[in-house]
């Protein structure tokens, strides 16, 4: 690993260490990590301490495609959006679907999959803008600068340290510079039923506060949840792999540290042999150029014998280069990027080239390992944001003990994210096996009564008779449905 354990003095330390890591990797910062893995400070340099070579020249031949922020972008991409939330309530409906756009919820559903996959955990602040706000909104913490989550003896969470560094800025409306007034390290405990922030003191010259014993001085504000999560703690914390004991989850792309790096190496090396195969050492032995000698297109490169030591010796020209077939160092590359996705839990590109089949089945098959991390997520993420649609609903009375307790929302028949083709498809199977109504598929759908009375009139009018339901034009979906995914109609019909 790129990061050493035994070189920290607590867990805390090793997880900080880890996640920086992985950023770096995931930015393209990852030279200095590449050098302290692969090269040895000894040999860049002469037994005088004279460099031998500067790390801005090792870093023109240093050479990396970022392929772990590739498979993480790739794994990302296959998670599912969580959008549809199972109530029947029509004015519930409504609200859920305005909070959700409200906070934003695609983007920060976004950000918690990578959150999950870069720093095994997610979190996420509760708060309202104001006394009148009704809806809960969100704000993203930073995984890295959460401290601590402690545990108590039966390993439930008691308290949550945040630390993070707050910039006060303004924009100066005369000169319209933006104008820092200083960095300042606030720090925020996480209780049930409330939060304490403690901000650094600053005096009137705007250097940090201490007391008369050195210590720095905190003005401390405690905010106390409001009494829809009063016995709440103010923050979700959406985990992905955790142990019980464990305050944090393990870091999924804490496994692609080496792999990458290894990648990095082979295709600096690689980048480098096609250079010395594109220019060839030329070497002229017992012998020196005649004059005009060229080495230019059309040009004659002529060399004659030394002509001090001429004891039987004969001038030549040796054309020095790579002679294999360079097989080796390219199975090394596909082994490497291979042990990498297999770690991702995605199908690797060499599978994929081979993969000479059209059936649905082979690929669900080699997705498992992928769909079973994605489902954890899935799994974690509907679970833990269950407080916040109870606090929603409860701000604006319209919690009911019985039906709401653990309202969250719905899991994807596909855990793996499909096509609009494949979910109608699964859709039109559902009603015409009588699992599901057509007004239950509206309603998963989001839609509230209103949209739902509306679409079905269009959609008789349409058809020609306002007497009779026909809200589904179904001969015309079958059509576009099978013509769009080659499947069957009888799998629909039947």
């Known amino acids: 690993m790129a990061t050493y354990n035994w070189l920290f003095d607590s867990e805390e330390d090793v997880r900080i260490s880890t996640i920086g890591t992985i950023e770096k990797l995931i930015s393209g910062e990852s030279f200095q990590l590449f050098k302290d893995k692969f090269i040895l400070e000894k040999n860049l340099k002469k037994e005088d301490g004279k460099i031998l070579v500067t790390d801005e020249e090792l870093k023109k031949l240093y050479i990396t495609y970022n392929f772990t922020h590739l498979v993480i972008k790739k794994i990302i991409a296959y998670c599912p959006n969580l959008r549809k939330v199972k109530v029947r309530d029509n004015k519930k409906r409504k609200l859920i679907k305005k909070a959700l756009n409200e ?26 803008n104001d006394f009148n706000d009704k809806i809960p909104k ?63 003191k600053f005096d009137d010259k705007n250097n940090l506060k201490k007391d008369s014993k050195g210590n720095q001085e905190y003005e401390t504000d405690i905010i106390e949840n409001r009494e829809s999560y009063r016995n709440d703690f103010p923050i979700i914390h959406i985990p992905g792999y ?36 594109g220019f060839p050492l030329i070497m002229i032995v017992d012998g020196e150029p005649v004059a005009n000698a060229r080495r230019t297109v059309a040009g004659i ?44 839990g995605l199908i690797s590109p060499a599978l994929l080239e081979k993969l000479n089949v059209d ?8 997705n498992l390992p992928s769909e079973n991390k994605i489902e954890l997520y899935v799994d974690n993420i509907i679970k833990y944001m269950q407080p916040w649609f109870k606090i929603l609903l409860k701000e604006n009375k319209l919690y009911d003990e019985k039906t709401d307790e653990n309202l969250s929302f719905s899991k994807p028949k596909f855990i793996i994210k499909s096509s609009p083709f494949d979910e109608l498809l699964y859709e039109q199977s559902e009603i015409k096996s009588t699992k599901k109504s057509r007004n239950e598929i509206y309603i ?51």
């Open 138 to 200: 969100l704000r993203v913490l930073n995984s890295k600068n959460m401290k601590r989550a402690i545990l108590d003896d039966k390993n439930k969470y008691t308290q949550y340290v945040y630390k993070e560094w707050v910039e006060d800025s303004y924009a100066d409306i005369a000169t319209g510079n933006v104008n820092n007034k200083g960095q300042r390290e606030r720090i925020i405990i996480f209780e049930k039923g409330r939060k304490i922030i403690f901000d650094q």
């Open 359 to 366: 059936s649905s089945r082979v690929v669900q098959q080699l």
């Open 444 to 494: 998963e759908n989001g839609d509230s009564d209103e949209d739902i009375k509306i679409r079905k009139k269009e959609i008789n009018e349409e058809m020609g008779d306002e007497n009779k339901d026909k809200s589904f034009a179904k001969n015309e979906v079958v059509d576009k449905v099978t013509n769009g995914q080659n499947v069957d109609k009888n799998m629909i019909n039947t």
């Open 242 to 277: 955790k142990k019980q004991s464990s305050e944090f989850s393990e870091i999924p792309a804490e496994q692609y540290i080496d792999p990458a790096l290894v990648l990095d190496q082979i295709t600096t090396d690689i980048r480098q042999i096609n250079r010395s195969l």
């Open 301 to 344: 490169f002529g060399v004659k014998s030394d002509t001090i030591n001429t004891s039987n010796k004969q001038a030549q020209v040796k054309d020095v280069q790579i002679s294999n077939d360079l097989n080796s160092i390219f199975k090394e590359f596909e082994i490497a990027r291979n042990n990498l996705f297999d770690k991702v």
């Open 103 to 128: 906070i934003a919820w695609d983007s920060i559903e976004n950000e918690n999959y990578h959150n999950l996959e870069e720093k095994g955990d997610s979190f996420f602040e509760i708060y309202f």
